[in-house]
């Protein structure tokens, strides 16, 4: 089963709103992505866990805030975002960093 | 600098036809290499990828890859092309950090 499931499918949020992406995934992989894409366009990498320890950060801005509870949980949280933020949010896993990931659906986000 | 560069940016082909889309790569050391497919408002599903050994590699979907280390290339080929297979496909190479082309988008005709 190579399955990362992500929640919610869709989300429409203010740019004063709080709320958070999740991922999840029981492959007892060890490392965990989040990616962002815009349309006709490839996911372009934001953060990287690996044994539950951010390991990479793409200068990501700090309305985007990661977290990872647990080796099969991934989550991000979203602060007074922009609608230039607008886009699918991708999560993915690969059992070490370096092997193969495997993606979920994403989260189709949009900022109003 | 590592990249990947897919230079079609749209392929048309009949339902049916053959099916070739083409990946070049620039890296440093003996590369990872993916494809990925990603229909509309989805999630990136692995095709196939190739790591050491057979340069013909096996994906799903009755896709297959070749790897040219001469030529620096990684292009993905089908031999009969269904409407399904409509979609967004990515090349990718690296390993912790996936380095991806800007995509090629085929469209199947009837």
């Known amino acids: 089963d190579t399955e990362v499931t992500q929640t919610p499918k869709h989300l429409v949020m203010g740019m004063t709103n709080k709320k958070s992406l999740k991922c999840e995934q029981h492959?007892?992989?060890?490392?965990m992505y989040w990616y962002k894409q815009k349309a006709k366009k490839p996911p372009e990498l934001m953060f990287v866990?690996?044994?539950?320890?951010?390991?990479i950060n793409e200068s990501v801005p700090s309305r985007f805030s990661p977290e990872c509870p647990n080796s099969s949980l991934l989550n991000l949280h979203l602060h007074a975002l922009q609608p230039e933020d607008s886009a699918l949010y991708l999560c993915?896993?690969?059992?070490?960093?370096?092997?193969?990931?495997?993606f979920g659906p994403g989260t189709r986000l949009l900022v109003l | 600098a590592q990249s990947v560069t897919q230079p079609d940016i749209h392929i048309t082909v009949s339902e049916g036809a053959s099916l070739e889309l083409r990946c070049n790569y620039s890296?440093?050391?003996?590369?990872?290499l993916f494809w990925y497919v990603q229909s509309p408002g989805q999630g990136l599903q692995l095709l196939l990828k190739?790591?050491?050994?057979?340069?013909l590699v096996q994906g799903i979907k009755g896709f297959e890859a070749e790897f040219k280390r001469s030529q620096s290339s990684f292009n993905l080929r089908k031999p009969s092309v269904h409407w399904s297979d409509a979609a967004e496909y990515f090349c990718?190479?690296?390993?912790?950090?996936?380095?991806f082309g800007q995509g090629t988008e085929l469209s199947v005709k009837p």
């Open positions: 993915a896993s690969s059992q070490t960093r370096g092997e193969t990931q495997y």
């Open positions: 492959m007892g992989h060890r490392a």
């Open positions: 866990y690996s044994y539950e320890k951010l390991s």
């Open positions: 890296y440093g050391a003996t590369p990872y």
């Open positions: 190739y790591f050491s050994g057979d340069t």
């Open positions: 990718a190479v690296g390993g912790g950090k996936l380095i």
